[in-house]
């Protein structure tokens, strides 16, 4: 039987390639992995590099030794999974927790389902979320940013993410114009230090507390500039995700000024942009058409949001995405794409 | 042999005597467990009171009404040869990661240090709060008077070693002894005063002898 | 029958667990310890072979229509009889398995076995697939609990090899599901090479 009817020439050729993506996105990423080593320094070099490298080991080791399939470590899925998953750590992990990380990530998350297209979660945060949970007490000690040319001696080497100084003060029974003016005192090694959460416009250029990639959202906006012109991501996840978090935020702000924070420090902080524009538009583990995207980025919005303000997490985003991951097959049955040549009923 | 047939009758009559029979062996086995499971609760209830106060031979137990209107604690005095020789007291912390309350057995000697400290109940983060009933946390408070160490973790100024990244856990812990302790203190000036009034009232019973 | 077969089919080739998937709840739940999963084990055992053999005797006395409850006063007074026993010698398996000892009545297992096999067999194939079973049931527990256990706590037994923490998630709930995904997987491909 002919499914395929192939008709003469001329064609025309679309050039998108696994690979072409792939790159592309690797590419999205430089701006932000530039800023990361700008505020960390060789330690970010470091967790990339052995990050990157155990990804791509493993991906290589079990497509020979477990899978003895087709070697597939070129198409640069492993090298994306590598830097993302380098992005969601803090920059003084130990190396052997990062080479668990990669395992989980390309072993356990990607492999076992079947390699690239067939891993129903990102492979990237499931190894976030697996560390996270495994190794809580190196997963929570952020590394205070020191710019690379204007480096000062630190009163501390370690310090707290605007979005986990706040849950811990507003636990601690301050209100959010308190702890904004007035910062947090702390003791570190008998000194007395205090924290003050950056303003806005630190915050969007990076340099504040949190994993490698996510803490300069204008890194990551340009590289999702790129993205988008490139057409590797579409708009509906970002607009459905950013969307519902500044107007679920908007609402709890207006309530209640005090206890809720307003949405543009929600959208600056923690791994938001991070996870918008990098993770939740992964193409293999989100829905096909254009009504589910908006209906998944909605789910995340919502979700991240709720562990933010009242879950036992300071950040949310990366269960949000791995929570909605799970309701994408669910979310493609209902919606799924027009088929080619459908036409439209008016 | 036939199977049974399903009448009425016949389904009310197994019924009635499985469940005789079942009740019958239950209560047989009750009877021979009762005695074991008394002594094992006690046993766990002893055994952390045992843990925060040296040896006794006796134990008295009793509840008090804390100074800020809260729940009452209870008390348990441990005796030698009737002469008090710890306090364990059962204390508690709303303020913990989880919802679920955390419960502490405090003990206090007689000059008013804190002997040790030993966790009953809690359900913090695993790796993190949890570490609480690590010796390297809960072993900081033994021999500590409150009177000069702070009961309050270094961040917010006391002389607590939080658990690393655990400073809420670490609050809501140590806000469960500050509260063993102000009860505990509490009793302690009321159980002076009673003896001081015992004593004199055995001075004017003396005199009014004379 | 042959009574080997018979006994042997709960290992491996009818693992209530590995290859039934029944009564995942406990096994997931409790299997964060070596020591847990075998106690859990050895008592769903002592409920099976005792629910098997009482079942078997009497299974011409019961009219069949009141037979499920029949069955299920019997398991539940000898779930009873455990929790009782446990409580009194063995006080911290008994708070450590909580409320999965009075869960084993609504064990898949044993009234899948008591209606499946006992109710239909002799006592002594009864006796014997109740023991296949229950072994084959406390033996993937037990391995589920020792390989969580040395991963997550980095001890087998409670005996600690490694100082300190291991890999935490793997005493927490997702690790159980993680864990038992890969003992099944490996068991099946054990399976296909034999």
């Known amino acids: 039987m002919n499914l395929l009817t192939v008709s003469g020439s001329p064609h025309i050729h679309g050039d998108n390639s696994i690979k072409k993506i792939m790159y592309g996105v690797v590419f999205a990423m430089i701006p932000a992995i530039l800023i990361s080593i700008y505020f960390f320094g060789l330690d970010a070099v470091k967790v990339l590099l052995i990050s990157v490298i155990a990804c791509m080991f493993f991906e290589w080791a079990i497509q020979k030794f477990l899978i003895k399939g087709p070697l597939t470590i070129n198409d640069g899925s492993a090298l994306i999974t590598g830097i993302l998953l380098a992005f969601n750590v803090p ?15 390309i072993g356990i998350a990607k492999m076992s389902f079947g390699g690239l297209g067939k891993n129903p979660f990102n492979p990237a945060l499931v190894g976030r979320v697996f560390l996270l949970i495994s190794f809580p007490v190196q997963m929570t000690s952020w590394p205070k940013p020191n710019p690379l040319f204007a480096r000062k001696v630190l009163d501390a ?9 706040l849950k811990e003060e507003l636990k601690g029974g301050r209100t959010v114009q308190d702890i904004l003016e007035h910062g947090t005192k702390m003791i570190v090694d008998g000194k007395e230090v205090l924290y003050q959460i950056p303003d806005y416009a630190q915050e969007l250029l990076g340099n504040m507390g ?8 204008v890194a990551l906006i340009i590289g999702a500039i790129y993205m988008l012109c490139r057409k590797i991501i579409t708009w509906q996840i970002p607009v459905a995700y950013l ?23 929600h959208l600056v902080t923690g791994g938001l942009m991070l996870g918008v524009f990098f993770m939740a538009t992964d193409m293999v583990s989100t829905p096909m058409s254009s009504k589910g995207q908006l209906i998944f980025g909605l789910g995340c919005g919502v979700i991240t949001v709720i562990i933010r303000v009242w879950g036992a997490y300071p950040e949310g985003v990366s269960f949000a995405i791995l929570i ?10 209902g919606f799924k794409p027009k088929r080619f040549g459908e036409t439209l009923k008016i | 042999m036939a199977k049974k047939e399903s009448s009425f009758l016949n389904m009310v009559i197994t019924l009635f005597v499985i469940t005789g029979i079942a009740s019958l062996a239950l209560g047989g086995v ?4 009762k005695e074991p499971i008394r002594l094992a609760k006690l046993a766990k209830a002893e055994k952390a009171i045992k843990e925060v106060i040296p040896g006794f031979d006796r134990l008295e137990i009793f509840t008090v009404k804390p100074t800020n209107g809260t729940d009452s604690l209870i008390f348990n005095c441990g005796y030698i040869n009737n002469e008090l020789v710890g306090t364990a007291v059962e204390s508690y912390s709303n303020k913990g990661y989880d919802p679920t309350q955390i419960k502490i057995m405090v003990g206090f000697t007689p000059d008013g240090n804190i002997n040790n400290t030993a966790v009953i109940q ?16 809960k072993d900081q408070f033994g021999g500590k008077n409150p009177k000069n160490f702070i009961l309050k973790v270094k961040k917010d100024g006391g002389d607590v070693d939080a658990i690393t990244a655990a400073t809420i856990s670490s609050r809501a812990f140590c806000g469960a002894i500050q509260r063993a302790y102000d009860a505990y203190e509490k009793e302690n000036k009321q159980r002076v005063q009673n003896k001081e009034q015992q004593t004199q009232d055995v001075v004017t019973e003396e005199q009014e002898e004379k | 029958m042959n009574q080997w077969k018979n006994f042997s089919k709960g290992f491996i080739k009818d693992n209530p667990v590995f290859v039934l998937l029944l009564g995942l709840c406990p096994t997931l739940a409790v299997t964060s310890s070596a020591i847990n999963g075998l106690g859990m084990g050895l008592a769903t055992m002592f409920v099976l072979v005792c629910s098997n053999m009482v079942i078997s005797l009497i299974k011409n006395l019961i009219p069949d229509k009141v037979r499920i409850p029949s069955f299920i006063v019997i398991i539940a007074s000898f779930v009873t009889i455990v929790e009782l026993i446990m409580e009194g010698f063995a006080p911290a398996l008994f708070e450590a398995l909580g409320i999965f000892i009075p869960l084993i009545v609504v064990n898949c297992i044993v009234l899948g076995r008591a209606e499946g096999f006992a109710s239909k067999q002799s006592f002594i194939s009864s006796l014997i697939d109740g023991l296949g079973m229950g072994l084959g049931f406390a033996f993937a527990l037990t391995l589920l609990g020792a390989v969580r256990e040395a991963l997550g706590n980095g001890s087998i037994f409670g005996y600690k090899f490694i100082e300190g923490d291991a890999i935490l998630v793997f005493i927490l709930s997702p690790g159980a599901f993680i864990v038992l ?5 490996l068991l099946n491909r054990f399976k296909k090479t034999t």
């Open chain 1, 91 to 105: 920059g003084n992990l130990p190396v052997w927790i990062i080479i668990i990380g990669a395992f989980v990530s």
């Open chain 1, 157 to 165: 080497i370690t310090g707290p993410t605007p979005l986990g100084n």
């Open chain 1, 210 to 217: 949190g994993s490698l990639g996510e803490i300069s959202a």
């Open chain 1, 243 to 265: 969307g519902s978090v500044i107007v679920f935020t908007g609402i709890l702000w207006l309530i209640n000024p005090n206890i809720y924070i307003n949405p543009l420090f």
């Open chain 1, 324 to 333: 909605m991951n799970a309701f994408a097959p669910l979310i493609n049955k």
């Open chain 2, 30 to 33: 009750y009877n021979l467990t």
């Open chain 2, 122 to 137: 809690q359900k913090e983060t695993p790796g993190l709060g949890t570490k609480m009933t690590s010796p390297k946390f």
């Open chain 3, 181 to 185: 995904g890969y003992l099944i997987a």
